[in-house]
């Protein structure tokens, strides 16, 4: 937890914009960019849309800066306690119902960032324990 004089101390490092993510990220020049739970209310389609809308400015960026996604990602199936699956599968299943969209698990973020750009790369995933989890993800050049 940040104290407060912490908090003052970064006051102005980071900045917050209103942005359509299906639109390519205006920001350049960024030491990160962040999304937090954007993706599990949207279809696979639209979700390689929002990453795909990253790139340019990952790209001009230089190498090595993060994409953050802080989001739900379950776990692999038969990876945790059966109550505890069967509370995140009905979330998953609501998802679907009400919106045509689902939660994903490491690996499906994984097939649909490469999907948007073969170049996007996993570095660390941070979800153990929790539903909520953040994937700290990479473009990586050659």
Request: aromatic share 8%; glycine share 6%; charged share 25%.
């Amino acid at each position: 937890m940040l104290t407060l004089r912490e908090l003052e101390q970064g006051r102005g490092r980071i900045s917050y914009m209103k942005h359509d993510f299906f639109e390519a990220q205006p920001v350049k020049n960024a030491a990160a960019f962040f999304l937090r739970q954007c993706t599990h209310n949207w279809c696979d389609r639209d979700v390689v849309r929002i990453f795909k809308g990253i790139v340019p400015s990952l790209e001009a960026s230089g190498p090595g800066v993060p994409f953050l996604i802080n989001d739900t990602i379950i776990p692999e199936p038969g990876s945790i306690p059966l109550h505890e699956e069967r509370a995140l599968r009905q979330m998953d299943m609501l998802m679907m119902i009400a919106l045509g969209a689902k939660q994903r698990t490491r690996a499906e973020f994984a097939a649909l960032l490469k999907e948007a750009d073969q170049r996007y790369e996993i570095v660390n995933a941070y979800a153990e324990g929790s539903s909520m989890g953040l994937l700290e993800v990479e473009l990586k050049v050659n």
